[in-house]
């Protein structure tokens, strides 16, 4: 069994724990202001039966009933909770993936394309040397594992995302359920459904993506650690190609299935790519101020009081390269004159 196998086994065995356990002790919680509500409900009923406004208040009895009956005995007492509303979120995504994929677990591939992919690398990797000056191996390595790791990782943290939000929400649910009793308060319960379809069609949308795109990086990476001592960086090159296009595609499931669910996910744009901006804008800005700072120290230009730290340490590395290649003339002074042309003595004067 694999790493990603091992770990999402153990987080299906917490998560299941986790939601029976706490959704009981929100049930607990919140049961005094759910018969609250409850005894509001009643009397707005009774009130507007005295005030004639209900023109059928038999059916209306027993439908207000009914809701009473339902919505204290799911939210409290968790009628059917776990076994239906916990079973139809939780495990049918995963159940209704698989058998439209025709496997049981994607994770499998997942820990597959990881092997395979650290085959590849390792092998170029063995084929460097530094001696030789073979760097194109090195890169094409470390290339390797960056690439097939983001994927890898991109696909495990969407189904590990979709399951816990899951669960999360679930655990929550009986607030949610209590909310029925009320016209204004029944958006939140409308919502908290369109978030547990949100998640669910995450998880059901990976795991078919996944099926399909990461077979195709799992064959190329085969192929190219099949070759063995032999491999080429072409062969390398096409493994982090089909990576970086399945990385890509695996970042547009959760977009889609906001809009199908009418959902507002947690993008991956703004935990992946974010990030990845944040850190492109950083090492842009950085390597601009160095750049300049290395430029003023090859001039042996003094670097400025209000110039920036990244400036500063540019200006000493120039500055440092200018002194032992003695590059550039210096800028601090000029030619160095005679005490007497600059300050003539009185004697001479007369």
Known sequence: MGF???FFSWLDSQLTNYVGTHSARVASAIEPAAVTLATVYVMIWGSLSLAGRIQEPIWEGVK????IAIVLGAGLRLWTYN????DTFYRAPEQLAASFVGTTTVVNVIDQVWLDG???AEQLLNKGSVFDRDFAFYIAGFLVYLLVGLTVVVTAFLLGLSKVAIAILLALGPVFIILLFFDATRRFFESWTAQLANYAL???LTVLAAALLLNIV????ASAAATGAGITIAASARVCIASALVFLVMRQVMPIAAGLASGVALSTFGVI???LQWGLGTTKRTSNEFGRGLLDGLRREPGGRWDSFRRLAGNRVGAGIASVGQIGA???GGTVLPRERVMPSSSRNR
């Open 202 to 204: 995450i998880g059901v």
């Open 64 to 67: 207000r009933i009914l809701t």
């Open 4 to 6: 990603f196998a091992q």
């Open 218 to 221: 799992k064959a190329y990476a």
């Open 330 to 332: 210096s800028r601090r």
């Open 83 to 86: 076994q239906v509303i916990t």
């Open 273 to 275: 790519s974010g990030t």
């Open 118 to 120: 650290t085959a590849v």
